[in-house]
């Protein structure tokens, strides 16, 4: 076994090895776990000419408008072989210096390479005459005609590399920090430090999965596929290396939501719930409509899981406005049949006082009382509040966080509903559970959990953040719900958007108008709910009512607003996305959203979804600046008008949210569309849940195989893979979860 420190190693010493420690690289398996970020390859290298061609026709074909996905890469790094012609320096307004170095191949065309900082070392770096790899993020101003990388990597090469090169060889190209730089760790150090400590850091790497599923899915042993990564002989092979560590990740990943679920599973003692339920059916038969069947399906799903004597841990998924919170309510309703209390949480305190004010409204002239604990409340209301959770006066309990702070007690606690969860994190479901726990006075049985979600979440994600839980789906909407009529309109046709809105609201309905911001932000000149509600009421709207609501109010304030607009006291509500979440107020028919080219994919489906509620139809209206069509052609970053404008069209396009949540995947990227850190999703190295759907599946299946098999992984052929797992949840790669 080797524990050779790095500065012993041929061409690194203290000083270099001091530099690679400060990046986490102090033993030969940090090194071989410091995988190449890309290759230089002859095949794939472009010259600058085809470089430059390619560029100004990715530009042209956004003229063309063929925009349907977002599938243009425009971030790709692209890397080049070229020789310095010239280096300048200048100095830019007052002290700013900027470092210039002019490139040329033999295809006859010239870049620009832009440095702003650590000239000194780049200065030094780039001669006259020396060729080097130029790894960058190309641009191509068409006004110049300059073809500009902005700080990119270079590396020099000399004549045995571009010796090598020319016959084929693959280069992998590490990340260089500038610290490695400066203390002299060049790529070529970096490969040299690889070739030397490869042989003795691939016996260090045991393999953990079990050799069955190696060979079922012909993957790649693991001490191979990390030489491969390191000195591929072919770029096949580092497709195949790659692979590899792809699987190797979400199955361990899925190992560990296996384990998880198997520990949910076995040891818990739940509640066995009685699936009789007076005060469900009395309400049912007080509805003014009928549960859709998939509502009595997911309905059913969730007593029988109520009923197993097992803690049920389930995710109901169903679009806004498929009728999430009556299904919850009937559950609800079961659990204090059963003399315990169930919890409703919502991420907002708005949210929280409407679902307290329809389950009050739902459940008038019966015995059961509601109890409503949000932040925003007096010290009074809380303690009363508090003391009826306690006393168990109150069977149903509706609140934000703060029905779960130190000082709420609850009295019998059989079901918490977490709506809106992708507002949560996995690790606060976890936490909750464990209050959940803890309130049974010193009996230890959990309580049963169950989660909602309007954000569709796509197959690939739910599978991985959700692969502890059972999922339930309402995929049908009430029936007599017509799809929402959505169009982007430009600026100056708000005028008659306007007087489409009159109209509505003759005929008896009302409306929103969404701003971005609450105030005026000179730095994004957006438009401001606060601003906006007193000039739409003086000059568009002097004759109808118009109501405000943003974030800054006062919870009761916001509450008073809401309530006011629910009972037609205002025709339009002027709001900042505070709206965005659960609100629901049947008779609004018309949703505009101003500066629309700004939100999120996900965030206007939301939005949307405050409309189309009811019987009527529902119009929305997304309102994009005038310049924004030709902001999309000249934007200087084609990217992100190119997105604005597939976000829009998709929403005109569809309804369907889960078809929405896939484009806004391939958009965003997971970690961006759940936030990674608060989704509890480990960051991976190798997969994407973008592309790499279908291993997921195949990791998942291979991984809840072997759990089911050996549950604790006592088989001398899991030994490895129990220690890998170990090893993960000491790094804290994955949240400990209850
Ligand atoms: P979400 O699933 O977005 O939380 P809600 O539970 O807020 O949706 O329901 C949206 C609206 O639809 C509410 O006004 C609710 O009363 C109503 N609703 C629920 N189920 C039905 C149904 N089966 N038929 C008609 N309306 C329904
Ligand atoms: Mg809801």
Redesign the pocket.
């Known amino acids: 076994m080797t524990t050779l420190p790095l500065q012993y190693v041929k061409g690194i010493g203290p000083k270099r090895a001091e530099a690679l420690a400060a990046e986490h690289l102090r033993t030969p398996l940090d090194v071989l776990n410091y995988v190449p970020r890309g290759y230089v390859q002859r095949d794939t290298v472009p010259t600058l000419h085809a470089l430059q061609r390619h560029l100004t026709e990715s530009t042209l074909w956004v003229e063309h408008d063929s925009i349907d996905h977002g599938s243009v890469d425009h971030d790709r790094e692209i890397s080049i072989i070229a020789t310095v012609v010239d280096v300048a320096e200048r100095v830019i307004g007052k002290n700013r210096k900027m470092l210039t170095a002019t490139i040329a191949d033999d295809s006859g065309v010239v870049a620009r390479l832009v440095f702003w900082n650590a000239l000194a070392y780049y200065k030094r770096l780039l001669v006259v005459g020396a060729t080097y790899v130029v790894s960058g993020k190309p641009e191509f101003d068409g006004r110049y005609h300059h073809l500009t990388f902005s700080h990119p990597e270079v590396e020099r090469i000399d004549d045995d590399d571009i010796a090598t090169y020319r016959n084929g060889a693959i280069l992998p190209k590490y990340p260089l920090t500038q610290g490695l730089r400066n203390a002299g760790v060049t790529m070529r150090v970096l490969r040299s430090l690889v070739d030397q400590i490869l042989p003795d850091a691939l016996q260090q790497v045991p393999e953990f999965i079990p050799d069955d599923i190696l060979r079922a899915h012909s993957l790649m042993d693991r001490a191979e596929a990390y030489r491969e990564l390191h000195q591929p002989p072919s770029m096949d092979a580092v497709h195949r290396a790659q692979h590899r560590m792809k699987f190797e990740e979400l199955f361990e990943f899925q190992l560990f939501l296996a384990r998880r679920q198997s520990e949910h599973k076995t040891p818990q003692k739940g509640l066995t719930m009685h699936p009789r339920s007076p005060h469900a059916r009395a309400l049912i038969e007080r509805l003014p409509?009928?549960?859709?069947s998939a509502?009595k399906r997911v309905i059913h799903e969730i007593s029988n899981d109520m009923s197993s004597g097992v803690p049920m841990n389930r995710l109901l998924q169903?679009d806004?406005?498929?009728?999430?919170?009556?299904v919850a309510l009937l559950c609800m309703l079961n659990v204090v049949d059963n003399t315990y209390q169930a919890v409703l949480m919502a991420p907002t305190e708005i949210l929280a006082e409407q679902h307290a004010r329809s389950l009050r409204a739902w459940l008038e002239g019966t015995d059961i009382t509601v109890a409503l604990v949000v932040g925003g409340q007096t010290k009074k209301q809380r303690q009363e509040a508090l003391q009826q959770i306690a006393g168990g006066q109150a069977q149903l309990i509706v609140g934000t966080h703060a029905a779960f702070e130190a000082d709420v007690t609850y009295h019998r606690l059989g079901l918490i509903v977490i709506d809106e969860q992708h507002r949560f994190g996995v690790a606060q479901r976890a936490e909750l559970r464990r209050l959940g726990i803890r309130s049974h006075d010193g009996e230890h049985v959990v309580p049963h959990m169950l989660v909602m979600s309007?954000t569709p979440i796509p197959r690939t994600l739910s599978m991985t953040l959700y692969g502890d839980l059972d999922v339930s789906v309402i995929n049908e909407l009430?029936s007599q719900r017509k799809p929402i009529d959505t169009r982007v309109v430009f600026e100056s046709y708000l005028p008659a958007t306007y007087a489409f809105m009159r109209e509505q609201i003759a005929q008896g309905r009302q409306a929103y108008i969404v701003y971005p911001l609450v105030e005026k932000s000179d730095k994004l000149e957006l438009k401001s709910a606060v601003e906006h509600h007193e000039q739409l009421q003086s000059d568009v709207f002097p004759d109808l009512r118009l109501g405000l609501l943003h974030g800054q109010m006062p919870w009761q304030e916001k509450d008073q607003v809401m309530r006011a607009f629910l009972e037609k006291e205002f025709d339009i509500l002027v709001a900042t996305t505070v709206i965005e979440v659960?609100v629901?107020v049947?008779n609004a028919t018309v949703m505009l959203i101003e500066n629309a080219e700004r939100f999120g994919l996900s965030q206007l489906h939301q939005l949307r979804?405050r409309v189309g509620?009811g019987a009527h139809q529902s119009y929305c209206f997304l309102v994009a600046k005038d310049h924004f069509r030709y902001q999309m052609r000249r934007n200087t970053d084609p990217a992100e008008g190119m997105k604005a404008a597939v976000r829009l069209r998709t929403l005109e396009r569809t309804t369907d949210g889960f078809e929405i949540a896939e484009v806004d995947l391939r958009l965003r990227g997971p970690g961006d569309l759940l936030g990674t850190r608060q989704s509890g999703l480990p960051e991976f190295r190798f997969a994407d849940l973008q592309t790499d759907g279908e291993l997921v599946q195949v990791a998942r299946t291979e991984a809840f195989r072997v759990v089911a098999a050996d549950p604790q992984l006592r088989r001398p052929e899991h030994a490895a893979l129990r220690q890998q797992l170990i090893s993960r949840f000491e790094a804290g790669t994955y949240q400990t979860v209850a």
């Open positions: 409509f009928q549960l859709t509502q169903g806004v406005g498929s009728g999430k919170t009556i309007a009430p659960g629901d049947p979804g509620r």
